[in-house]
T-cell receptor, first 113, second 112 residues
Framework: NAGVTQTPKFQVLKTGQSMTLQCAQD?????MYWYRQDPGMGLRLIYY???????DKGEVPNGYNVSRLNKREFSLRLESAAPSQTSVYFC????????????FGPGTRLTVL | ELKVEQNPLFLSMQEGKNYTIYCNYS?????LYWYRQDPGKSLESLFV?????AVKQEGRLMASLDTKARLSTLHITAAVHDLSATYFC????????????FGTGTRLQVFP
């Protein structure tokens, strides 16, 4: 039982390049999330998916797109990376059991030059 | 708009001492979560508080929730070095989603 997995762990991009961050969970959770973490700002929600086929914007969605490929996988795409998107990205998932507690992946450290 | 404030932001404390971290939030909610994050690592769930008056304890940490005061506390008893980490509270939005709003975190350092 791996929980929430993310790839890659580290990535360096040049301004304007695109990339997709992958996330998968094996806990049969309906809800999945993408957050970014910046120093001194805690975690901010980028996008959220309540179930397969549905997505919703969070606090900071600009510059990102998401795909809920199936119940297990939720990907985050940067179409044209900007230095302001340098951050640590966390994926999380939650289910109705246990009070909707969110479980986090190990994170992706992204640097945009 | 729900805002979540933690204080203090930084806490340096001696081993064996007690202290409390506070988490205030601006609008009504009935679910609050505490997480721990070690440097360079992911977030680990500590407590899930689901009702007014809820109290949970694990080892030297105890969390409580007062939904009327919109306040949660994380109390540390007889701190040890292993508790050094950043602690986040997160409050659930009452909009029929599972979205959370996180506080900015409290960085705790325990020294001998």
């Amino acid at each position: 039982n791996a929980g929430v997995t993310q790839t890659p762990k580290f990535q360096v991009l040049k301004t304007g390049q695109s990339m997709t961050l992958q996330c998968a969970q094996d806990m049969n959770h309906n809800s999945m999330y993408w957050y970014r973490q910046d120093p001194g700002m805690g975690l901010r929600l980028i996008y959220y998916s309540a179930s397969e086929g549905t997505t919703d914007k969070g606090e900071v969605p600009n510059g990102y797109n998401v795909s809920r490929l199936n119940k297990r996988e939720f990907s985050l795409r940067l179409e044209s990376a900007a230095p302001s998107q340098t951050s640590v990205y966390f994926c999380a998932s939650s289910g109705r059991e246990g009070g909707n507690e969110q479980f986090f992946g190990p994170g992706t450290r992204l640097t945009v030059l | 708009e729900l805002k979540v404030e933690q204080n203090p932001l930084f806490l340096s404390m001696q081993e064996g001492k007690n202290y409390t971290i506070y988490c205030n939030y601006s609008t009504t909610s009935d679910r609050l979560y505490w997480y721990r994050q070690d440097p360079g690592k992911s977030l680990e769930s500590l407590f899930v508080l689901l009702s007014n008056g809820a109290v949970k304890q694990e080892g030297r940490l105890m969390a409580s929730l007062d939904t009327k005061a919109r306040l949660s506390t994380l109390h540390i008893t007889a701190a040890v070095h292993d508790l050094s980490a950043t602690y986040f509270c997160a409050v659930a939005l009452l909009d029929n989603t599972d979205k959370l709003i996180f506080g900015t975190g409290t960085r705790l350092q325990v020294f001998p």
